[in-house]
């Protein structure tokens, strides 16, 4: 696991989106794992900036998005479908046919969830997945107490993600769907590279627990603790709670300069 500190969000996204970046030029087909929230957005915007000013190109690129509510249909201003489309789809040159977001309105959700994850694994799986961690320390929608072998299905979420969701539903709690598809900590852990951003100082805990606590279903995320090339780009705010914040400032300024997009 390698924690990297910035002093904004927008830095840590646009070191973020040089990672994704380098990978799409080396392997035009890459597949990329993509997440939804308010914290990938900076991440969106400058991979839309260096399409358009850099030439970096999606054509051949194919996406998956982590999760869906369940019962917003595709047009919904709240359903991943929408979001992705307006953050980052539209203004790019990714095809359609190569993104794939859940169907929350499935009519047989788990043959559809059976269906995501093969066509995960036909394309070869992902290279690099981008995660987001909820306060409570959840990735994608699998809330604490999900097992680390769990694949693609369908989540009853806590009252915290309810409440945490509930200002994107104009603050009404009873508007938030209960119920999610969403990838498996096992289909994520499967990944080759997984980054995971986190800004603010409502993260700190998550990001503590995650990084420096014990490995736990109880704090999902604690599982990249195990993933072979996990990378988390944090604000000041996100890291404050961090023991070894320091440390991790040191072996960050200390990398040589190839390695620093990698």
């Not at 307006?86 to 309105?105: E, S």
């Not at 023991?243 to 990398?255: A, F, I, Q």
């Amino acid at each position: 696991m390698e924690i990297i500190i910035k002093n904004s969000p927008e830095e840590a996204s646009v070191l973020a989106a040089r990672v994704i970046a380098k990978l799409v030029r080396e392997k035009p087909n890459a597949v990329l794992g993509l997440a939804t929230g308010s914290t990938p957005v900076r991440l969106y915007q400058e991979l839309i900036r260096m399409h358009k000013e850099d030439g970096l190109s999606f054509r051949e690129v194919r996406c998956f998005n982590l999760d869906e509510y369940v019962a917003l249909p595709e047009t919904h201003e709240q359903s991943y479908h929408y979001f992705m489309q307006q953050q980052l789809f539209a203004h790019i040159d990714v095809q359609a046919k190569n993104t794939l977001v859940p169907d929350g309105m499935a009519k047989d959700i788990p043959a559809h969830c059976a269906d995501f994850e093969e066509q995960i694994k036909a394309c070869g799986g992902i290279d690099i997945q981008v995660l987001g961690i909820g306060s409570d320390g959840h990735i994608a929608f699998n809330e604490p107490s999900s097992s680390f072998a769990s694949r693609t299905r369908i989540k009853t979420l806590t009252e915290q993600t309810i409440e945490d969701n509930a200002r994107f539903f104009e603050g009404d709690e009873t508007q938030v769907p209960t119920h999610c598809i969403t990838m498996g900590i096992g289909t994520i852990m499967e990944a080759k590279m997984n980054i995971l951003l986190a800004f603010g100082e409502g993260k700190a805990e998550a990001i503590r627990e995650t990084c420096e606590g014990p490995v736990s279903a109880m704090v999902p995320a604690s599982i990249l603790q195990h993933h072979q090339v996990a990378k988390i780009f944090l604000d000041d705010g996100a890291s404050s709670k961090l023991k070894l914040k320091d440390y991790y400032e040191w072996v960050y300024k200390g990398k040589p300069e190839w390695q620093q997009d990698q």
